[in-house]
């Protein structure tokens, strides 16, 4: 056993986590998001952060950065939540992501040969 | 009724741990971040109609260790160091730092709650190894304390001064030239400060030097106060990171040891 053959996990693991801010971004792209919901749709096995706790230390670093702003504002009667939302920074930090992406997943699919005919 | 009680207490052991190993982050930085992760817990209880210990449990599997959470914000403080880096676009952004999120939502187990507050885990639930353990423990209270005395104990009859000297210069933390300034810039602190304030000045002429000399004895300490500071928080963010490492090299090492069956 060489550990050769845990590379793609670990990989995968890497890119999932060096994604999450991206995915935030085009999450709150289409409007406001309450922390608790965010959190479950980032995290878990269909998300990109394996934990649900370890995403709320990059929400807070976006908000330090001026990506995402929060409000509190009550989910249902009666229960107050902080509500995330993108700013125009955040935004515009999402477009460049974007940008970045379809060009490296073009050149990524013509390299390991997944590249629609 | 029982097992709400148990279930309350798995919570705030998890809640203490977790304000554990945030220790070393600003308390404008931990307690928001702690009121977050209480609220999520307490949003993810409601959702769970009749939940049992193990319902509990794994909620906080899902949310992760504290160790694990620690991590991932030493990580997040290196890129926010870093500054705009990746897929930033070339045109600065303003940095606005939101100061909004101090509020509780009402109800919930929190950092305010002296049930949950950071105290020291059991022996065996602590950071795991490394020297790191040994940096972050280190940089603990006292050099808090003796920064904040070298700058304002001189005003408690000069006492509280000379005690924060000799935190600094019993500390491992910071280096000789630290200690220099520190203890040299200015002796006192803010005291000489108070002394020029009060002197009578009577002889003509002598405002302006009286001016300068005042604002120097305040700026003087006030600077070397942040560079203490500075010193601080770069250390901390060091041996942050320095875990970092060191649990990662640790889990590399475990899966070798298993790989090779001698786990």
New interface residues.
Partial sequence: MTGMENRPAELVGRMRHDVIEYCALGLLSGGPWGAFDLVRALAGEVGVSPREGTVYPVLARMRQEGLVTTAWREAEPGRPCRFYEVTPAGRAVLESFVGEWLSIRARIDAFVGTAEA | MNERRRQDALVREYLRRLGWSLRELRPD?RE??MA??S??IA??RGLLAAPTDDDVRGLLE???SPE??SA??A???A??WAG?I????T?A??????V??I?R?PGGEGPHDPAVAPSPPPASTGPTSTAAFVAAAAIGDPELRAVNLLLAGGLLLGVGWVVGAVLLWRSKVFTLVDKVVGTLVLPGGVLPAVYVLFRPVDAPGTSLAHVVELAACMLLPLLTSTYLHRRLRAVKLRSGFESFRARRAAHAAE??RN??GLG
């Fill in positions: 930085e928001p971040l977050e992760i609220d999520h949003t993810a899902r949310l992760g694990e959470i991932e914000v990580k997040q403080e890129l926010r705009p990746r897929y930033r676009p045109v952004q303003p940095l606005e730092v939101h909004d999120e509020e939502v899966r070798e790989e090779m």
